[in-house]
């Protein structure tokens, strides 16, 4: 596992969350920026990290499929002609708009991990000028999982395999890999659409859950765990896996439960 | 009546019971205790409870909504733990048998804390 300041990733990922639809600009990191987080219109485009320019180049060759003689030359006329390389390709029919995506996201959460290595402050400055297309920017929860499931590989299928039964309609599912190095439960998957700022509050409060089971010399098979208003939470853990499933009514809390004592 | 014998007559009618612990939060302060076993085993049970009520921030920060009851359903017992609604700063916290239903238990169990709140003298705990 790559070393990561979680602390770092995770402020920064609930920072660009707070944003608003009004909000374009970049979240630097560092005093010296070493990069940082493109925004537009509050969801991100892309992240930069010095020294990690050609890695998205050959991420894009990857997957094109081109070879390097004709990435070289389209790369040299957007150059010349100030045009976005992964853009023009998708425009002259050289790589699929989800190829792209793809592209952008892996190249976003290995930037990231890069720009999260040591702690850093990070700084917001707004800017009016030219941005990407809305179909190439990912909100700030994407980037967070595709950097967990990057740091976890072997952790972030399972935790989808295992996730997927529980999605649902009403239903807000969250698998979360258990690091002692980390305070916080990292999300590595999801279902039901969870933001940031949810993911990581679910985590936050359930993470003494795991621990208190250790200490009771108990292994349980589930918890339920409820708040004040009466909203429940079905979780369960297993190695260095935490999942979460939350349910819009008792009787989809009632099915999943039964869903989850019969898989296990 | 002291505390023991009111932890005790209180939950007498959970089903199952093996022991409990009436807890302080946010420190986990074991007060008393009923079932099997001495004050030792009752430990674990007042630092979990404290634990999960008491160090986890809630669950909707905007609302301010912590979990206020948790379980663990394992193949051959249950573990309650319920913050106390009359005093926050009380935990009752008990393992039972997974032989009785777990709603069951779980709704004797709330009037077993309903019950230690309305007739427990803790004015010693400053509650």
């Known amino acids: ?264 | 009546m002291n505390l023991d014998a009111c932890i005790a007559r209180a939950c007498e009618p959970v089903p199952g019971l093996v022991r409990g612990a009436l807890a302080l939060l946010p420190e986990g302060l074991l007060i008393g205790s009923v079932g099997e076993g001495n004050v030792f085993e009752s430990e674990p049970l007042a630092r979990s409870a404290a634990r999960c009520l008491a160090q986890a921030p809630p669950l909707d920060q905007a609302r301010a909504q912590p979990f206020v009851e948790h379980v663990f359903v394992s193949p051959y017992e249950l573990v309650v733990i319920l913050r106390g609604q009359r005093y926050p700063q009380l935990a009752l916290a008990l393992t039972c048998n997974n032989g009785p239903n777990l709603t069951f238990v779980l709704s004797l169990s709330r009037m077993a804390l309903h019950s230690i709140e309305a007739t427990a003298d803790l004015a010693l705990w400053e509650l």
């Not at chain 1, 390389?85 to 990231?112: C, D, K, M, N, Y």
């Not at chain 1, 707004?126 to 990407?132: D, I, K, L, Q, V």
């Not at chain 1, 809305?134 to 989808?160: E, I």
């Not at chain 1, 999300?187 to 509050?201: C, F, H, K, R």
């Open chain 1, 1 to 264: 596992m790559i070393g990561v300041d979680w602390g770092s990733l995770l402020a920064a990922l609930e920072r660009v969350e707070a944003l608003t639809s009004s909000d374009s600009g970049l979240l630097l990191f560092g005093d010296a920026p070493v990069g940082g987080i493109f925004v537009e219109r509050g969801r991100v485009c892309w992240v930069a990290a010095r020294g990690l320019q050609r890695r998205l180049r050959d991420l894009l060759q990857a997957h094109a499929q081109l070879d390097s003689h004709e990435l070289e030359r389209v790369s040299e006329r957007c150059r010349a002609e100030g045009l976005l390389l992964g853009q023009t390709l998708v425009a002259e029919g050289l790589l699929e708009p989800t190829e792209l995506q793809s592209a952008l996201r892996r190249h976003s959460a290995e930037s990231l991990l890069d720009l999260c290595r040591s702690p850093h402050t990070t700084t917001w400055a707004s800017h009016a000028g030219r941005g990407y297309a809305p179909r190439f920017t990912f909100c700030a929860a994407d980037l967070l999982l595709d950097s967990v499931a990057l740091a976890y590989p072997a952790l972030h299928g399972p935790a989808q395999r295992q996730l997927a039964p529980f999605s649902g309609p009403g239903r807000r599912c969250v698998a979360f890999v258990l690091d002692a190095s980390t305070e916080a439960p990292l999300p590595v998957a999801e279902s039901g659409g969870n933001g940031v700022d949810a993911m990581l509050a679910l985590g936050r409060s359930l993470a003494p859950m795991p621990r208190a089971s250790h200490e009771l010399g108990t292994t349980p098979s589930f918890a339920l765990s409820t708040t004040s208003s009466g909203h429940t939470v079905l979780s369960w853990w297993r190695d260095a896996l935490l999942f979460a499933v939350s349910c819009a009514d008792r009787a989809s809390l009632a099915a999943a439960t039964a869903q989850h004592l019969v898989l296990s």
